[in-house]
């Protein structure tokens, strides 16, 4: 029993790091229509950035977050600007899907060139600290990666309910035509929103680089959970998400403390497919997939 | 070390692994394979010269002596790779000095396979088909050593590796074949067993856990201890395999706390040897012994990875260390230092391990005045060689019959600690740093 | 048919390469040249003609390398041509695989297709590395090393890919002529609306599947053969599908030519630029500026550009130039 809420605990945790690298993935889908492959290698760009800062200047990780964050937006808003938005056409959503692959690959290469492939761990004081409650232990950092979490989270959610930004991003998302029409430019609120999905990559790249190690080509682990997170989740849901990346984080957690770690990951692939093959658009998708 | 970087090896390719060290290379690499070829390719990027030093022709009267090598110099990898190259290029360079080999001069021929077996198929084919070298050694990583090897043998090459340890290898049984390691990988472990049995029967430790990661040079080092302490009346009180895409151990650690074992032998390699480790300081347990096959044997990457104050007391085991007494390693030790820079304990085992194959083509020229493939095979099967590795002697099989040292951080440094004839320090049995 | 001639020419030449050029390394390239234009043109049955594009072919590519390790485990160690005569049924069999597996992902769209394919690869290799009672996990799977001859050792592998070619190209040929092949084409335009008026678009999708992944399959049978020894990484490689795709997309999807044209400008490039300037680290960044220039100045592959040129050209030359500037 102990060793099972000791897990329920970590998923939970765990799933909240996810939830904040997922969801710059499902705002991305949500505005532009594209899966972006590259967004694991943005979320590793950040952790290296991040850890770079911290052992240049010694900057606290956390503290990171605001000089990365502007950078990987801006960086965002260029590759849709420039390879993105000229793809327009009607099988745009293949292309997309190959031309962020290949911006995956050249962060990588990028990223090897500058810091070599060994593994690296962004290691401040307090990485390895935990507290004890109840018996159980939870690690500082993963606490607080996951209150960050939230924190981002919420403020994408405020971005998106209450500013004149999110009013067109929604209206972009449910009609294109029409938000066209009412003098939303579609093009710059698609840059705007690639460029905050890859800007929530600098807060999860931060903690992830805390939590764990990572080297260039980490991010292929890194896509391959968080795609299955916002499909399962219902693309460009991000409630959804949230639900997606802790049921994520429970179910590998569970499935790894009571059978074996050799099947976490393989269980909430099996639970993808099953919640696919009754609910094709996924748990939250709608089919028209009319909110963000 | 003898294995950390065996890059690819672990790399479980697809979107596997994370944390699982060494483990992931591998597929990921593979992508990058074909993003190089593709890229080069596309840009014709004559540019990048292949590191290579490509057979000049020249070089006085006797022709040079060409050596083939096919090595994981892009991706996951890569930092591995290279120092296996800096071993080769810094006994070329050596022995060149010294008037080459039999007087000819030593040219590589060092072509990148990125990681892949098809490419890597490929390089062996156009090294002894296409530039006819006079030898060839073997690829950086030992996945790929079987389907190298299986080329090598197809034109009745010599087939000197350094990378390729594990059981598949030897059973092979390719005549053709020398590991230059002391011992195959599986027997990494062994040095550790041998000093647990060693101690007085108060001192022993009575439980023993097992996790390892699912690799074929990880389990079955963690797998083989076992059975020999458990043969000796260890109990084994929790075994589990972790797969390499498992960047959090944490409920292992905690599966494994909950055993309450005093000894810990994990069949680690790189990444994931970082992540029990972290994890254990998280969740505030120790075992009394702790023992992690790969990734604590690495003095320049370990302590950052864990934190420098949790290394003291953890053992590991390695096929070479700066200080080692074997043949020749003062030398390589300051030329390395010398041509490279740094302290001696960055230097890389792997290069180490390269130079042992050229110290091995130089004696065999010595001994008989020959340089060819028939005489190397030959020769190297009778007799024991002298090597920075230690003194090799090879089965039928092509695995040496030496042994692993054991290390342990003692200070803050690296230390072999036993065999005692090895030994430049006692182990220290003590608490773990984090174990309160 | 005035297409057979050259056609025929082509497969000839190919069918006489080993004798013109015997070098065994020229031989190694055009092996996994052909390897590879299988590769893509089975691909291009579901990812071109149907317009899902699957990113989790390795996966299928995989269990075929498997099948025929696994066969040989279990009868016995046949060895020289013995592994070849099995492969038809290592096709069925990953057809038969590839069944269930396109009936849950279909009933997606080409976006979260392509994500759920993705997810099997992942899928396919985990149950390689942890079923370790039939595919011996992590410490990988041996295959008979034939004992054909050093000099011509490759040839028996180079034949059995191109008759999987011929055999890709063929049924390729047949599909798109056939009324597969227009329901195929229908689901691409617009899936809903084919659907509509009764095209049966479950079964021509099931269908090009399953052919797709069984030729795939068989690919990977020979290439398990020709390695010898296969590593779950190895098998199922995301490398390998993302080739296919490129490959595709260069040459042209939706044509017969197209992924052929693909494979052979750029399998042997791979092979022999990373051989020959293979330790340059910026492989990895010319890669993803050749995949992205392919997709912003050719998305639609060279094939169908040229072909949309020299049309353009024929009707300028008939019509006069006003007409030709309003095409597109």
Redesign the interface.
């Known amino acids: 029993m102990h060793e099972t809420i000791q897990a329920i605990i970590l998923g939970l945790l765990t799933g909240g790091v996810y939830a904040l690298m997922a969801s710059g993935q499902t705002l991305i889908f949500g505005v532009l229509k594209v899966v972006n492959l590259a967004q694991g290698a943005l979320v590793i760009l950040a952790a290296y950035l991040s850890s770079s800062l911290f052992v240049s200047f010694g900057i606290d990780p956390f503290l990171t977050v605001p000089i990365v964050a502007p950078a990987l937006f801006l960086l965002g808003a260029a590759v849709q600007w420039c390879l993105l938005r000229p793809l327009h056409r009607s099988d745009a959503s293949q292309l997309s899907l190959l031309v962020t692959f290949a911006v995956a690959l050249g962060i990588e290469g990028v990223l090897t060139l500058v810091y070599k492939s060994d593994y690296r761990t962004i290691q401040p004081s307090y990485a390895n600290r935990s507290w004890t409650v109840a018996g159980y232990r939870i690690g500082e950092v993963r606490l607080a990666a996951c209150l960050l979490s939230l924190a981002v989270l919420g403020a994408l959610a405020l971005l998106l309910g209450r500013t004149r930004f999110g009013r067109a991003v929604r209206a972009t998302v449910q009609n294109p035509t029409a938000a066209r029409l009412l003098g939303v430019e579609g093009d710059r609120v698609a840059a705007l929103g690639y460029g905050l999905g890859a800007a929530t990559a600098a807060a999860a790249g931060a903690v992830y680089g805390m939590v764990y190690s990572f080297n260039p080509n980490s991010h292929y682990d890194l896509i391959s959970r968080l795609l299955s997170i916002v499909v399962l989740g219902g693309l460009g849901s991000l409630g959804g998400t949230v639900v997606a990346a802790l049921a994520m984080g429970v179910v590998s957690a569970l499935v790894g403390a009571l059978i074996s770690p050799v099947w976490s990951d393989f269980s909430f692939f099996v639970v993808l497919l099953a919640v696919l093959l009754v609910r094709p658009q996924g748990l939250f998708g709608a089919r028209l997939r009319g909110a963000l | 070390m003898s294995n950390r970087s065996r890059g690819?090896d672990t790399?479980?390719?697809?979107?596997?692994?994370?944390?699982g060290?060494t483990a992931?290379?591998?597929?990921?690499?593979?992508?990058?394979?074909?993003?190089?070829?593709?890229?080069?390719?596309?840009?014709a990027?004559?540019g990048?010269?292949?590191?290579?030093a490509k057979p000049s022709a020249s070089s006085g009267a006797r022709p040079a002596l060409t050596i083939g090598i096919s090595l994981s110099?892009?991706?996951?990898?890569?930092?591995s790779g290279k120092s296996a190259q800096r071993g080769y290029q810094l006994w070329a360079s050596t022995v060149n000095a010294a008037g080459g080999v039999l007087g000819r001069k030593v040219v590589l021929d060092?072509?990148?396979?990125?990681s892949?077996?098809?490419?890597v198929?490929?390089?062996y084919?156009?090294l002894?088909?296409?530039n006819h070298v006079d030898l060839v050694f073997g690829p950086f990583s030992s996945?790929l050593t079987?389907?190298a090897s299986?080329v090598a043998k197809?034109?009745g090459y010599a087939f000197l590796e350094p990378a390729g340890g594990?059981?598949?290898v030897f059973?092979?049984h390719l005549h053709n074949l020398f590991f230059v390691q002391p011992a195959p990988v599986v027997q990494q472990g062994d040095v550790f067993a041998d000093y647990i049995l060693s101690l007085p029967a108060s001192q022993r430790p009575t439980t023993a856990a097992y996790p390892a990661l699912?690799?074929?040079f990880a389990?079955?080092i963690a797998a083989e201890v076992r059975t020999r302490l458990q043969a000796a009346g260890i109990r084994t009180v929790y075994q589990?395999?972790?797969?390499a895409?498992?960047?959090?151990?944490?409920?292992?650690v905690?599966?494994m706390a909950?055993k309450k074992p005093d000894l810990v032998v994990a069949g680690t390699q790189?990444?994931d040897a970082?992540?029990l480790v972290?994890a254990m300081?998280?969740?505030?347990w120790a075992p009394k012994l702790l023992y992690l096959s790969n990734g604590a044997n690495d003095p320049?990457?370990f302590p950052?990875?864990?934190?420098a104050g949790?290394v003291n007391g953890i053992f590991s085991s390695g096929d070479w260390f700066p200080t080692a007494t074997t043949s020749g390693n003062s030398a390589f030790v300051a030329a390395y230092t010398a041509a490279y820079g740094g302290a001696a304990t960055s230097i890389d085992s792997t290069s180490a391990e390269a130079y042992s194959c050229g110290q091995l083509v130089q004696e065999v020229a010595a001994k008989t005045g020959k340089v060819d493939n028939a005489t190397l095979i030959s020769t190297l099967h009778s007799g024991s060689w002298p090597t920075l590795e230690g003194d090799l002697s090879w089965n039928s099989d092509g695995a040496a019959n030496a042994s692993y040292v054991l290390v342990q951080w003692i200070g803050g440094k690296l230390l072999p600690v036993f065999p005692a004839d090895r030994a430049q320090s006692a182990p220290v049995l003590g608490k773990l740093p984090?174990s309160g | 048919m005035r297409t057979a001639a050259p056609v025929a020419g082509f497969v000839a030449l190919l069918a006489a390469f080993p004798f013109l050029v015997t070098a065994p390394w020229l031989m190694t390239i055009a092996l996994f040249t052909l390897m590879y234009a299988v590769l893509a043109s089975a691909w291009n049955l579901v990812g071109g003609y149907a317009g899902y594009p699957s990113l989790g072919h390795a996966a299928f590519f995989g269990l075929g390398a498997y099948a025929e390790a696994i066969w040989f485990q279990h009868h016995g160690i046949g060895s020289g041509l013995a592994p070849f005569a099995v492969l038809p049924l290592v096709g069925l069999a990953v057809a038969a695989a590839g069944l269930p597996v396109a009936w849950i992902a279909m009933r997606t769209r080409s976006d979260v297709f392509a994500i759920v394919t993705i997810t099997l690869l992942f899928v396919a290799q985990t149950l390689a590395y942890n079923l370790r009672g039939i595919t011996h996990g992590a410490q990988g799977m041996a295959m008979p090393v034939p004992d054909f001859a050093p000099a011509t050792f490759e040839r028996p592998f180079y034949y059995a890919m191109l008759a999987l070619l011929v055999f890709a190209l063929l049924l390729s040929w047949a599909v798109l002529r056939s009324r597969l092949g227009l329901a195929l084409l229908a689901v691409r335009a617009d899936e809903d609306k084919a659907r509509g008026v009764g095209v049966p678009v479950g079964t021509a999708k099931l269908g090009a599947f399953a052919l797709s992944v069984g030729i795939t399959g068989m690919a990977g049978g020979v290439w398990a053969y020709y390695l010898s020894f296969i590593y779950p990484q190895f098998a199922v490689d995301p490398l390998v599908t993302i080739a296919m795709v490129l490959m595709v997309f260069l040459g042209g999807r939706g044509t017969l030519w197209g992924p052929v044209l693909g494979a052979f400008v750029i399998a042997p490039a791979q092979q022999y630029l990373a051989y020959q300037y293979g330790a340059s680290q910026l492989y990895l960044l010319g890669y993803a500026a050749l995949f992205v220039l392919v997709m912003l100045v050719l998305p639609r592959g060279v094939l169908p550009t040229l072909a949309d040129r020299w049309r353009r050209r024929r009707l300028r030359a008939d019509v006069g130039p006003e007409v030709a500037v309003e095409q597109p």
Do not use: H
């Not at chain 2, 990048?48 to 290579?52: H, L, Q, Y």
């Open positions: 690819r790399g479980r390719g697809t979107g596997r692994g994370t944390a060290g992931r290379g591998a597929g990921r690499t593979r992508v990058r394979a074909a993003a190089a070829a593709l890229a080069a390719a596309g840009l990027l004559a990048c010269s292949s590191s290579a110099l892009t991706g996951d990898f890569s930092d060092i072509v990148d396979d990125t892949s077996p098809t490419q198929v490929t390089n084919q156009n002894i088909t296409k996945l079987v389907p299986q197809r034109y594990g059981p598949a059973s092979q699912d690799d074929p389990s079955p589990q395999i972790y797969p895409e498992a960047t959090d151990l944490s409920s292992v905690t599966a909950a790189s990444a970082y992540a972290k300081v998280q969740l505030k320049l990457n950052g990875n864990v934190g949790n984090w």
